[in-house]
């Protein structure tokens, strides 16, 4: 193991940015030697090279190329050429797809695209290290169908890392594949179609919903580049023509719309199929995927805090702050920024300790894969926008890690056919749901969560939006320095929840604190006063 590779499998966490796969500590053999993939009949430069991670990390059976036809299998693994060496690093890679894909493509950075993350740099203000994510787009076929990603990469490196991790899109089931090229050894992960019923490898903690991830992916897209330049970018990207030309967090976040899109149908059609309605609706009651966004402003210290953290969609107003409010906050709150040992705290430009991300008032909420996938249940008929409704103003000021409303998933009516014979939803399936849940709710008991949810089938859905708006009156008619006080304290309570996800693998994406908020903590809807459950 060269000492570049040593150092990515000591170093890589267990999911990132975009792609969801990591790097194992462990060589892999070379299975065509000797391995378990002797004597199979398969054609292809990569043919017994391939291993099948899909049960686990320490897998070493290997997958016939034969039986892969997403784009990257047929581009690269299957492939022919003037070399029969299949390759096992990204320059490699890269090199091969010159031969196998250049319609369009004919100049050595054409088709390539790459955005570049660093959760530290914009901070610094200094070059540091970076993850990329690279598209190649070729062929006339969309920039969301075949995408690298790389770790570890800082402005002192001369050479780009020979890890990458790769997501492929196969058109014949609509879906995306799931590879990691590790210490020389390349391993397929899953499949969008695996990781959406709990099979597949490691990459589904990440990707659980089969989809492209980018946590940043709200305006002003904290930690890519878009309404901020981060140091060293523009250098890392002339440097290496494996990189393409510079792209940044406004077209990456398109790349990974599009991308989700292209699979949100065949997200229901699977989930349907295995005929389990509480998984086809848990994104609806629970929290599976988030993002994290912040304050829309090109200014350091905000001039308002948002309505989406408390109630999600169902307020749009805000509370006004002014800079010495919302600095004295976060000093009382002993907020700071930490480097990637998890304690260190980072320092500006200016030499002084780093107390906030670059865009700030950083807080969680429902991921848009999620929201993409509630809107193509309602498209297809298998729930309608009051249900949706109604289900989210259970626990209305809890949008994200709510307890009370991912319970609610218990009852869930036991329907005997979700589907026909085509696959599509059987007729009326959404007021069979509806009903279904009502006649499991007959029982609930007062100010219970089950009561809420038989209230909001009924007509509380509709009233929402006036419980959130009324929400944000007794915000602002609080004191700002209390209000500050408690936001805080419900912001820390939705990044300690965030960070026990495996998508929040960095400790410098999001700020830590001093507060101590116990995990039951959440605003009154009516009051906007912090309630904390009795022990």
Request: with cysteine.
């Amino acid at each position: 193991m060269t000492p570049q590779r040593r150092a990515r499998a000591a170093t890589v966490p267990l999911c990132v940015a975009l792609l969801g796969c990591s790097a194992s500590s462990a060589e892999q053999d070379d299975a065509g030697s000797g391995g378990k993939a002797d004597g199979l009949k398969d054609k292809g430069v990569c043919a017994g090279r391939v291993f099948d991670k899909r049960g686990g990390d320490d897998g070493t059976d290997v997958i016939p190329t034969s039986e892969l036809n997403d784009l990257f299998a047929r581009l690269v693994l299957r492939s022919k050429g003037e070399s029969d060496e299949c390759p096992t690093t990204y320059a490699e890679i890269a090199a091969k797809l010159r031969k196998t894909d250049n319609e369009g493509c004919e100049g050595v950075r054409d088709g390539l695209r790459t955005s570049v993350v660093s959760e530290t740099s914009q901070v610094t203000g200094k070059a540091g290290s970076y993850r990329t994510v690279t598209s190649r787009r070729c062929d006339g076929r969309s920039s969301h169908e075949l995408l690298f990603s790389m770790f570890g990469i800082t402005g002192k490196s001369k050479e780009l890392p020979a890890d990458v991790e790769v997501i492929s899109f196969d058109s014949s089931s609509d879906g995306f594949s799931y590879y990691a090229i590790e210490n020389g050894g390349m391993s397929l992960f899953g499949t969008a179609n695996e990781f959406r019923t709990g099979e597949g490898g490691r990459c589904k903690n990440c990707h659980p919903g089969g989809g492209l991830t980018m946590k940043e992916i709200d305006a002003p897209w904290l930690h890519w580049e878009g309404r901020a330049t981060t140091p060293g970018v523009k250098k890392l990207i002339d440097t290496f023509d494996d990189l393409g030309s510079r792209a940044d967090g406004i077209e990456l976040e398109g790349i990974v719309n599009t991308g989700n899109q292209a699979l949100v149908e065949g997200r229901v059609r699977t989930l349907l199929a295995t005929g389990d309605l509480k998984q086809v609706l848990r994104p609806l009651f629970c929290t599976v995927q988030i993002n994290i966004a912040e304050t829309d402003t090109m200014d350091r210290t905000p001039t308002e805090i948002p309505a989406q953290p408390f109630v999600g969609s169902f307020a749009f107003a805000s509370v006004p702050v002014t800079a010495d409010q919302y600095k004295a906050a976060l000093k009382a709150s002993g907020q700071r920024i930490v480097g990637p040992d998890g304690t260190t705290q980072l320092k500006d430009k200016q030499g002084n300790p780093a107390v906030d991300t670059f865009f700030p008032f950083v807080f969680v909420k429902k991921g848009r894969e999620d929201v993409l996938y509630l809107g193509e249940l309602e498209r297809q008929g298998v729930i309608d926008r009051d249900f949706r409704n109604a289900v989210l103003a259970v626990d209305i000021t809890r949008p994200v890690f709510s307890d009370a409303r991912c319970s609610l998933l218990d009852e869930a009516p036991k329907l005997t056919k979700l589907t026909t014979s085509t696959g599509k939803p059987v007729s009326g399936l959404a007021k069979k749901i509806r009903d279904g849940f009502l006649d499991n709710l007959d029982d609930a008991k007062e100010d219970s969560a089950r009561e809420q949810l038989r209230t909001n089938l009924g007509e509380g859905a509709a009233k929402a939006a006036d419980v959130g708006a009324a929400f944000m009156a007794a915000c602002k008619a609080r004191p700002v320095d209390e209000f500050l006080a408690d936001a805080f304290k419900v912001i820390s309570l939705q990044r300690t929840l965030a960070r026990k996800m495996p998508i929040m693998e960095f400790p410098s994406s999001m700020p830590v604190d001093d507060l101590e908020v116990d995990p039951g903590t959440f605003f009154d809807p009516e009051t906007c006063t912090l309630v904390v459950p009795k022990p």
